[in-house]
């Protein structure tokens, strides 16, 4: 089945940068929308950023938008996650989705429209 797994979490300075990828293998990975999640320590899981299966939309969380970039390269199966002027508010384990369907054409950025997910990779920023 599909399997995803993400890298590139740790520990940075507040408004410093980092950069989250996201392998999948086992599906048709260039008919599927992807998303990022995140939770932090005693919250729920939040909606980060999310990207269409071709590439042409894409969304964001309003916490993170203008310094957050999603993107996809369907080559190499991966989607990334640009994390520029981090807060200690993303302080967060990060998790990568794919979403099957195809025919919903827009970047969801809700929870239960994915189908599979990664393990999470931790995110860490200092002040």
């Known amino acids: 089945q599909v399997q995803l797994v993400e890298s590139g979490g740790g520990l940075v300075q507040a408004g410093g940068s980092l950069r989250l990828s996201c392998a999948a293998s086992?599906?048709?990975?260039?008919?599927?929308?992807m998303g990022w999640f995140r939770r932090a320590p005693g919250k729920e899981r939040e909606f980060v950023a999310a990207?269409?299966?071709?590439?042409?939309?894409?969304s964001y969380a309003d916490s993170v938008k203008g310094r957050f970039t999603i993107s996809r390269d369907n080559a190499k199966n991966t989607v990334s996650l640009q994390m520029n002027s981090v807060k200690p508010e993303d302080t967060a384990n990060y998790y990568c989705?794919?979403?099957?369907?195809?025919?919903?054409?827009?970047?969801?950025?809700?929870?239960?429209?994915?189908?599979?997910w990664g393990q999470g990779t931790q995110v860490t920023v200092s002040s």
């Open positions: 989705a794919a979403d099957r369907l195809r025919q919903r054409d827009y970047a969801s950025q809700i929870p239960s429209e994915y189908d599979f």
């Open positions: 086992g599906g048709i990975f260039s008919f599927y929308g």
């Open positions: 990207i269409n299966w071709d590439g042409r939309k894409t």
